[in-house]
């Protein structure tokens, strides 16, 4: 089953629009290096009454429980804390779930030869390709 790593932060005061922007760019490009993540979702709430003190989101989409394991100490994401997150944010909210429609999707894209597929690209790609019949 797919398990998603859902990350909420409030970023320090001090860091401006555009140490934020690179913050946010290295964090998801990086993360998508870790074997087991399938999927990097970061950025900025665009809500302002809904998200309370928390600022920006993290969603990491991973193959399975075990790839969280991996993921949580794996060297890249380490660094990530390290150098990015941690000297940026004023604190932070993690959990994990798991998801099973995502899963759901996911096999069918790897059975049709399609493992490059992720996420809600799967899900149209899926549709599409059983609609053209």
């Avoid at 979702?41 to 075990?66: A, M």
């Avoid at 759901?104 to 049709?112: D, F, N």
Wanted: glycine share 4%; hydrophobic share 45%.
């Amino acid at each position: 089953m797919v398990v998603r790593h859902i990350v909420f932060f409030r970023f320090k005061n001090s860091f401006d629009k555009e140490a934020l922007s690179q913050v946010v760019y290295a964090t998801r490009t990086l993360l998508k290096l870790v074997p087991g993540v399938l999927d990097v979702t970061f950025n900025e709430s665009f809500t302002h009454d809904r998200r309370g003190q928390w600022t920006h989101c993290l969603i990491v989409t991973l193959s399975d429980k075990e790839a969280l394991q991996i993921y949580a100490a794996h060297a890249i994401h380490l660094q990530v804390l390290k150098d990015w997150l941690r000297p940026a944010t004023h604190s932070v909210l993690a959990m994990d779930i798991e998801d099973d429609i995502h899963q759901s999707w996911l096999g069918w894209a790897q059975t049709h030869g399609m493992s490059w597929l992720s996420g809600a690209f799967a899900a149209t790609a899926a549709c599409y390709l059983i609609y053209r019949r």
